[in-house]
């Protein structure tokens, strides 16, 4: 599967879209940094809200992976084949979403597979599992 190049925005306004997102505009937010608004469906009254910041925030994209039921499977094969890339090419993401080399990885199932890929797993950062959750919905190939 080739590396497709996805600006950061256009992942979190994907994963945004579906999570029933939509109307995004960009505004300051109170510390002057600019902050990404949207409208969603169980809002009320209809004002525009910040968008979770699912790149870099377990808990937004936890939430976002509990909506995956049916294709549960396929994510965790993605994210397993993206967390594998990534260790393999002696890359892994910081908390905060850069890309940077990594330590040889220490398993403490050195011989068990399914182990080590439930590590893999378990340990992937906030924007290994956006990929993975794109790929899965196939807005990301």
Not at 17 to 22: C, I, L, S, T, V
Not at 51 to 65: C, S
Request: hydrophobic share 35%; glycine share 8%.
């Amino acid at each position: 599967m080739g590396c497709v190049q996805v600006s950061p925005e256009a992942q979190l306004i994907a994963v945004s879209e579906a999570r029933g997102w939509y109307g995004f505009s960009h505004e300051k937010g109170p510390d002057g940094q600019e902050v990404l608004l949207g409208l969603g469906e169980t809002f009320e009254p209809r004002r525009k809200e910040p968008v979770p910041d699912y790149l870099h925030d377990l808990n937004a994209i936890h939430e976002a992976e509990k909506l995956l039921s049916e294709q549960y499977d396929t994510y965790r094969a993605h994210l397993t084949e993206i967390c594998l890339r990534d260790w393999a090419e002696g890359r892994h993401y910081t908390q905060h979403g850069e890309s940077a080399t990594a330590a040889p990885c220490v398993s403490p199932y050195p011989w068990n597979v399914e182990g080590r890929m439930t590590e893999f797993r378990e340990s992937a950062k906030a924007g290994q599992r956006v990929e993975a959750y794109l790929r899965t919905l196939k807005v990301w190939s």
